[in-house]
């Protein structure tokens, strides 16, 4: 009997340790090789909607079996800019509006470009503003003011974004410290080409391309598929690291034609930025090893959907702002990790869910 009561008893221990077990060990998730973020600058659940009724063909959002929700507030506003809204995902912290890679302090924190390029991975931004805009330059830069672009252009010289596609030409020379970041870049390892026509691709392992001294043209204004094309041309060449890399994709317009409060600009970059998620989903379903992360950083206009009095079976598009606004927005995930982005979180949380997954 004393036997019998002596095994109950340590057959309960052992159940009790499995169990308390149970609760401390974290699951266990499939760490993806690269991963690349796509933010469709002030991109909400409107935005969305209103596009993809236009659209006949494939919907890419509806391709992502996992959707989170995002809250977006700022360290110092419930409505953020770009600079904030980017830079949470980047470092991992709120900050106030208007900061690029620094905390609420305006202390410099460590980007995920930074733990991946300790880690020997590759790093690229391909945008359709100037890739010294707040959303891409939050990714590889520390600077306190998102319009100190001089500044912004000269942290490229750190090596932290090893391919970067967009327009800003113009505050690389004939700047007021009279440097030529051009030069100075070329010395530094890189390719530099300045070049406005159709965009042709590179094969090089670092470079920076730029079509326009500013922001890209409009779709409306004929830009095409510049963002397909050079996204394809940046993850092409990104992927000769067989490491891995990370990369930022950004629909920058999306958010401009909401501060125009101008539906159909806003339709035609997002409908633009669809086809690209579509290409980026193929190449992540082919290789299996890359984790794709579809948000925004804030939502721009207060876009709303109301009834149609003409047209029962149509919306009609009204803003109610030309500025940001602080409602949620979605983010859709797919590869590898996915399933960790369900549910709703705070912005910063985007970059905890990738520092899980990567073991970083």
């Known amino acids: 009997m004393h036997k019998l009561r002596t095994i109950i008893f340590y057959l309960t221990l052992a159940c009790i340790a499995a169990a308390n077990l149970s609760f401390t060990l974290a699951p266990s998730y ?5 991963i690349i973020i796509m933010i469709g600058d002030g991109m909400g659940l409107a935005q969305i909607s209103s596009a993809m009724a236009f659209y006949n063909g494939i919907n ?60 020997g991975l590759s790093t690229g931004v391909v945008v359709t503003s100037s890739i010294l805009h707040a959303t891409p330059a939050s990714f590889y830069a520390h600077i306190k003011n998102r319009r100190w672009y001089e500044d912004i252009a000269a942290s490229l010289l750190n090596k932290q974004c090893d391919i970067a596609i967009g327009g800003g030409y113009q505050f690389f020379s004939n700047r007021k410290d009279k440097r030529d970041i051009t030069q100075e870049l070329q010395q530094n390892g890189y390719e530099v080409i300045i070049d406005s026509s159709e965009f042709k691709p590179i094969i090089k392992p670092r470079f920076i391309y730029m079509a326009a001294a500013d922001g890209m043209p409009k779709m409306q204004q004929g830009r095409g598929d510049f963002l397909q094309k050079a996204s394809l041309c940046a993850i092409e060449n990104l992927s000769k690291n067989k490491q891995g890399y990370i990369m930022m994709i950004e629909g920058s317009q999306i958010d401009w034609g909401g501060h125009e ?22 190449i992540a379903t082919e290789d299996k090893n890359t984790l794709v992360i579809v948000t925004a950083d804030h939502e721009t206009g207060g876009l709303a959907l109301t009834e149609n009095d003409k047209q029962h ?31 709703m979180y705070e912005n910063t949380a985007i970059f905890d869910k990738i520092n899980q997954l990567m073991m970083w």
């Open 60 to 119: 890419a959002f509806e391709r992502f079996n996992v959707i989170g929700l995002s809250k977006t507030s700022s360290a110092d506003n419930y409505v953020t800019d770009s600079g904030a809204g980017a830079t949470a995902i980047s470092i991992g912290k709120k900050t106030y509006n208007n900061a690029i890679g620094v905390d609420k302090d305006s202390l410099p924190q460590t980007g995920l470009f930074e733990l991946a390029k300790k880690r």
């Open 261 to 282: 409060m101008n539906f159909d600009y806003m339709k035609a970059e997002l409908i633009d930025f669809n086809s690209v998620i579509n290409m980026v989903l193929n």
């Open 30 to 34: 499939t760490k993806p090789r690269n």
């Open 313 to 343: 079976k149509q919306f009609k598009p009204q803003y109610t702002y030309n500025e940001h606004t602080g409602i949620m927005v979605p983010v859709f995930a797919f590869g590898p990790g996915a399933e960790i982005f369900g549910g």
